[in-house]
């Protein structure tokens, strides 16, 4: 986690600079988002089952957090790009429909997305700004993961997540209030929904006993979207550092 807060930090003081040379103003933040289940725009939960053994996968609290730049393109219209990681928590909870046996097991899925929206702004006060932005994430999965639970000497469940692609695409939406402020930059709050093209991983899970010989396996796709919390600040863009020198007495 600490690499990653100062690779930020490095991407930051660079667009800042290169913020400070661009004429028309290119804007550089950080943002933080706290993910959760998708709810009203459809549900994050993964229910497979048999006659024997049933899992249920739910979204729990996730984070994302990463870097955004804004280039101004015309009038109240930018694009805004950046890096970010995101990291979606599920709880897996396997019931053995024959039996009392039960367990419950958490799993992460990390991924770097580089998004790519369009940003609109109207202007509510001097200070207060209302945005709204939509486009694509290109997104990049770098593993595939697994989880175990041991719940005796003979019964173990499993789960594993298989990536469908290095590379996948998710649409994104958000929208918020920012406040801007000459000297101490931009604040903004908002929220933010992600809506992959795809699922994101293939799911199985899995149901073993040693001692009677039984194994079970079921297998499903997770869709990974999500809902948040949009958390951003924007440093204060500061004046263009080119040196003015006044006339002096030859050209009088």
Do not use: C
């Amino acid at each position: 986690m600490i690499k990653i807060v100062l690779f930020f930090l490095i991407i930051g003081f660079y667009f800042q600079h290169f913020a400070q040379q661009n004429e028309r103003r290119a804007s550089f933040g950080i943002h933080f988002k706290p993910l959760f289940e998708g709810g009203f725009i459809g549900s994050s939960k993964l229910d497979i089952k048999n006659e024997k053994f049933n899992s249920v996968i739910n979204q729990k609290f996730g984070t994302s957090f990463g870097a955004i730049i804004r280039f101004p393109i015309w009038k109240n219209l930018y694009i805004e790009t950046g890096l970010a990681q995101i990291k979606r928590n599920y709880q897996v909870d396997y019931t053995t429909l024959d039996s009392n046996f039960n367990a419950s097991k958490a799993i992460s899925f990390v991924s770097h997305d580089i998004p790519i929206n369009a940003l609109i702004f109207v202007k509510l006060s001097e200070n207060f700004y209302l945005n709204s932005a939509l486009g694509v994430s290109l997104v990049h999965n770098p593993s595939n993961v697994a989880s175990q639970v041991v719940y005796n000497n003979y019964i173990q469940y499993k789960t594993e997540g298989r990536k469908r692609s290095n590379f996948a695409f998710e649409f994104n939406v958000t929208s918020g209030i920012e406040y801007r402020n000459t000297k101490f930059g931009g604040f903004y709050l908002g929220a933010s929904a992600r809506i992959p093209f795809r699922p994101i991983f293939d799911v199985a899970t899995s149901y073993v006993n040693n001692k009677s010989n039984n194994k079970e396996v079921l297998y499903g796709r997770l869709n990974g979207l999500y809902v948040a919390l949009d958390f951003r600040y924007f440093l204060p863009k500061t004046k263009s550092s080119k040196i003015q020198f006044e006339k002096g007495p030859l050209e009088d």
